[in-house]
C-alpha cells in the first residue's frame, strides 16, 4: 500500500496555478491536503485545504518542509512558522476544532527563486499524512501534545524587530481567504451606532500584496458609520503592535474622523479610535475624548498626514501594562502620536489627565465622520504582534 500523489499544474491569464492532492489509500490515512499555488516572478500564494480522516481534534498543527529556497511572508486563518525549509501551520481559536471528515483552509504568501515545487508529504499533529501513520522523527517539528496550544507572544525573538511577516508570534490576514463580497469568517460589518451610506466590501481588483483587499466606502456624516470587526487577531498580550497597510483617495479633513476603532475592556467598552482631525492623524479616547496629540497648532504638527492614492504602512504600539503608545507611518515614529508617559508640550497633557491601563479586545477597520469628511479606503496586509512587526 502506497501513497499515491495527484498532480496537475493550470495555465491562467499568464500564471501558472500548481495543484497537489495527497489522498488517503486506506482508512489508516491522518489527513489529506490539498495545495494550490498561483505563483509569479520571485512570489507566490498558496491556499491549502486540510481535512482530517482521523479521529476528531480540537486543535491542528500541520507541518511540511520545503523542497526549494521558499521562504513564507505573510498568512491567514493560520499562524505560520518557519525555521530553514521547515514549516509549521498551527490553528486558531475559530478553525481549530476537526471532526473526522472534516475540512478547513489557510493560506500564506512567500518569494522563491527558481523553481517553485509544492510540498511531497505533510504531518498532520505529527503524524505523517498516508496510509500507514509514522510519528515525526526528531526534526522539531511539534508533537500532538504541543500542537494544541498556540504560540506565546513571549516567545517573540528578542533580537531586532522582526520582518513584516507571519513568524511564530504574529497573527495576519491578508483577505485572500475571502471568496465573496462581503466581509467573512473571522471578519463582519458592523455600524456602532446607526448604518447609512458607508459599506465595507472585499475588493478583488486593489491590493497592497496578493490579490484581495478589504475596501471601505466611507461617507460624511454622523449616520454612515461602517466598519470591517474581527476578534481574532489581537490575541490575549497587553503588548500589541498593530501593522496595516492602507490606501485611500481623499486628503484628512479638519473635522474628526475615526479610520480603526478598539473596544477598551478596562474603560466601560468605550472605543480607542484612530483617526485624523485637523488634516493630520491622531488618536482619540471615547470616553473623555482626549487626543493624541493635542489639538493645538503645535500639537498638530508634531503629527503626520496620511499621503493619498499610495500605498501607506501604519504601525502603532498599545501597552496595557503602562498606557503608553507609539506609532510609526511609513517606519518613522511620528512624534505627536508618543505617549511614553513622560509629559510632553502640546502632545499628551490631555492623555496624561487620567491613569488610562487599556485592555483592547477587537480590531475595527472602517470609517466614522463626526462632521464634514468622505473617503474611500483600502486595507490590507495586516499584522498583529507582541514585537515590532515592521513593514
Known sequence: MRLVPIASVVVLAGAAIGVVGLGPAHAA????????ANSWNTGFTADVKVTNLGAAVTSWTLAWDFAGNQQVTSAWNATVRQTGAAV???????????????????????????????PATFR????????????????????????????SPSQSSASPPPPADCGATVRCDGFESQAGSAPSGSWSV???????????????????????????????GYCNHVFARNTDLLGTSSVRYIRYWVKHTTALPAAHVTAVAMADANDNG????????????????????????EQSPAGVALSKPLPVGTWNCVEFKVDGSNGTIETWLNNTSVPGLLEDGTPTHDVDSQWLNRTWRPALTDLRLGWESYGDGADTLWYDDIAVSAARNGC
Open 270 to 293: 468605550k472605543d480607542l479610535r484612530f483617526g485624523g482631525q485637523n488634516g493630520a492623524l491622531q488618536f482619540n479616547r471615547a470616553s473623555d475624548d482626549a487626543t493624541l496629540p
Open 88 to 118: 509549521t501551520a498551527t490553528s486558531v481559536g475559530w478553525n481549530g476544532s476537526l471532526g473526522t471528515g472534516a475540512s478547513t483552509s489557510f493560506g500564506f504568501q512567500g518569494t522563491y527563486s527558481g523553481s517553485n515545487p509544492a
Open 124 to 151: 498532520f499533529n505529527g503524524v505523517t499524512c498516508g496510509p500507514e501513520p509514522v510519528p515525526s522523527d526528531a526534526s522539531g517539528l511539534p508533537s500532538p501534545s504541543q500542537s494544541s496550544a498556540s504560540p
Open 29 to 36: 490515512a491522518t489527513c489529506d491536503v490539498t495545495w494550490t
Open 190 to 220: 458592523t455600524s456602532p451606532d446607526c448604518s447609512g451610506a458607508g459599506t465595507a466590501t472585499i475588493d478583488k481588483t486593489v491590493a497592497h500584496s496578493g490579490s484581495t483587499s478589504l475596501r471601505i466606502n466611507g461617507a460624511a
